[in-house]
């Protein structure tokens, strides 16, 4: 069984540029949530992707984007960065959509994204 | 809205006993969960807490209770490996988790 997968693994952007990250989920999950993680302080939700919609939605600015494809892998994209965007951004999925009870995340490993 | 305390920082010592409070005020409960990271690798999952009481697996253990807002997370014969954050999480609707800020343990020889 393939693990969450996110790529890249760290990248250097400045300030005004557009970023996207990649997230291929566990298999058999169908279930995508992208989650922005500054040093020190826990992972805030940023949104969730289930069977291609957008399905919740964090404090996060419209500039702050997401996909979600057929097979279930997903794409962040922030535009316009700024310096306080810099952070790991994990991505996680879980078997089921809403109507999961367990709701188990299972993580990737992260993207650490810089802003200069 | 959701906030969710916990401790920023304790240390234990190995073989020794450590409590981990985490106290939450949401708008519906849906579950509690606690995941373990070590530095600089991702979020893995300990436990999950929807009824009242404590759920043990091993040498951790997780308490809930709803009426307080209120969990625990108990480690027991603490090893240096267990030395990492330790992140307490609610659900409310749907699928999303709020998470607190972590509390990072030390466990000393």
């Known amino acids: 069984e393939t693990g969450v997968t996110q790529s890249p693994t760290h990248l250097i952007k400045t300030r005004g540029q557009q970023v996207t990250l990649r997230c291929s989920s566990q298999s058999g999950h169908n279930t995508v949530s992208w989650y922005q993680q500054a040093l020190g302080q826990g992972p805030q939700f940023i949104f969730q992707?289930?069977?291609?919609?957008?399905?919740g939605r964090g404090n996060f600015p419209p500039r702050f984007s997401g996909l979600q494809f057929p097979n279930y892998s997903s794409e962040l994209n922030v535009n316009a960065l700024e310096l306080d965007d810099s952070a790991l951004y994990l991505c996680a999925s879980s078997p089921k959509g809403t109507g999961n009870l367990a709701g188990e995340l299972f993580f990737g490993e992260g993207s650490r994204l810089t802003v200069l | 809205g959701q906030n969710i305390d916990q401790p920023t920082e304790m240390t234990a010592t190995e073989g020794a006993i450590v409590q981990i409070n985490c106290t939450y005020q949401?708008?519906?409960?849906?579950?509690l969960f606690w995941y373990q990271q070590h530095a600089g690798e991702a979020p893995t999952f300990l436990s999950y807490?929807?009824?009242?009481g404590l759920e043990e697996k091993g040498r951790f253990s997780s308490f809930l209770s709803r009426s307080k807002g209120y969990s625990y997370l108990l480690l027991k014969e603490l090893q240096m490996k267990d030395s990492a954050t330790y992140l307490c999480?609610?659900?409310?609707?749907?699928?999303?988790?709020?998470f607190g800020g972590g509390t990072r343990v030390l466990v000393k020889p």
């Open positions: 807490n929807v009824l009242d």
């Open positions: 949401t708008s519906g409960f849906n579950g």
């Open positions: 999480a609610v659900r409310a609707a749907g699928n999303k988790l709020t």
């Open positions: 992707y289930y069977r291609e919609e957008e399905n």
